[in-house]
C-alpha cells in the first residue's frame, strides 16, 4: 500500500497524475487492439455497455467523495469539473440554462494521440457518447447527451475551429 500519509500534496498529485495518464493510455490501448484485432468489436452492443459501464462507474466513484451543490444542472457541472475529462482536457464547460449545459474540447489528448499513432483521426463519437450517457445519467436519471460533433464531422457553425468535439447535455422535463 502506498504510504501517502508521508508525502507531500506535490509529490501525490505527481503520483496519482501519473497513474491516471498511465490508466487512461490503457483504455487507448485496448481499443487500438480491439480495433486491429476484432474490429466489429468496437461497434458491439457488449463494447458499448462496457463505455456506458465505466462512465457511471467513474460517476459513482466520484459520489463518494462529493459534496455538490443544489441544482441539476450545476451538480452535473460539479461532477464533469471532478471527471476524467476535466483532469486529461483543455474543456469548456458553459452552462447554458438551468437545464442544459454545454461540453467543448480543445486539443483532445485522444486525437493528439492518434496521430502520434499515424492515425489521421481517433473515431470517439458513438462510445463517447455512450461513456457520456453512463456518467451522466448515473449522476441524475433524466439526464440527456447529444453529440454536436466528434471527428471526422464537420463543426458546426459557431463552433471555435480549434476545438475537438462538442456535446449537449439536458435535463429531461418529467
Known sequence: MLDIENWSKEHLYQVMRELLYSFNSMWFMVEDWVKNY???????????????QFGAYQARRLARVADPPAGEIDRLIY????????VFEDM???????SELRMRTFGCTSQKAAQKWGMEYYECGISGLKLREGFFREINPKARVTRLFTPPDDRPGGC???????WRVTIKSA
Open 160 to 166: 471555435p475551429e480549434d476545438s475537438s468535439c462538442e
Open 79 to 86: 461532477f464533469l469539473e471532478r471527471s476524467h475529462w476535466a
Open 92 to 98: 469548456e464547460i458553459t452552462k447554458m440554462s438551468e
Open 38 to 52: 476484432a474490429p466489429e468489436g468496437l461497434k458491439a452492443e457488449a463494447f458499448l455497455q462496457f463505455s456506458e
